[in-house]
């Protein structure tokens, strides 16, 4: 994997983790529980990639240093965290983490599978797959609705978009550079769009 998606994956990982760490405090976790759910928030959109391309090991145990750094992560931000959560502020922060992970992992997601020759369609969904998982799973662990599935703010419609933005980038103009920027930024701008004004999809 090149330097680039590398970095955009950790960026990706750190965003992911905060937000589950924020919703494991949310629920009265302990630091078991912290670091659990951060691992699964971060890791497990990844990790199914990962086993659906038959790629081993997994990315973050080929890379332990990255489950090192959210087990720093949640002991030094559990404790700021915990009494925040209900701050407006302290929300939007999520917000915009969450967003931004979706950003980035819709990209790293939507290289990898396009790098190893898989169908632009197949790797679109790769995209949204890796920026969508680990928050099914980090929600199902926190006994709600998976947020993915409710009629709510656009959410994975923004990954897909943005995969696709990647997409078309890197195989037209054949820049990784801007493939990943084009789709961080596409990503990211439409999630806090559809924040904004409350965009749904009709059906």
Same mark, same amino acid.
């Given at each position: 994997m090149n330097t680039l998606i590398k970095t955009v994956e950790v960026l990706g990982i750190i965003a992911f983790a905060l937000t589950g760490i924020s919703a494991a405090r949310k629920k009265g976790m302990d #630091?078991? /529980?912290v670091y659990s759910v951060a691992m699964i928030t971060a890791f497990g959109g990844g990790s199914l990639?990962?086993? #659906?391309?038959?790629?081993?090991? !997994?990315?973050?145990?080929?890379?332990?240093?990255?489950?090192?750094?959210?087990?720093?992560?949640?002991? !030094?931000?559990?404790g700021v965290i915990a009494g925040q959560f209900k701050n407006s502020k302290m929300i939007m922060v999520v917000l915009v983490l969450d967003a931004l992970g979706l950003g980035f992992f819709s990209a790293s997601g939507a290289s990898v599978a396009d790098r190893l020759g898989c169908a632009a369609f197949v790797s679109a969904l790769l995209g949204v797959t890796t920026a969508v998982f680990g928050g099914v799973m980090r929600d199902i662990i926190c006994n709600e609705v998976p947020y993915v599935f409710q009629r709510t703010e656009l959410y994975a419609t923004c990954s897909f978009i943005g @995969?696709?933005?990647?997409?078309?980038? @890197?195989? /037209?103009? /054949?820049?990784e550079i801007l493939a990943v920027t084009a789709c961080i930024v596409v990503t990211f701008t439409l999630r806090m769009f559809a924040i904004r004004y409350k965009i749904r999809l009709p059906i």
């Open positions: #630091i078991v /529980g990639r990962d086993l #659906i391309l038959n790629r081993h090991p !997994l990315f973050w145990i080929e890379h332990y240093e990255y489950a090192v750094l959210l087990l720093v992560m949640c002991l !030094l931000a559990s @995969a696709w933005c990647y997409l078309a980038v @890197a195989r /037209g103009a /054949g820049n």
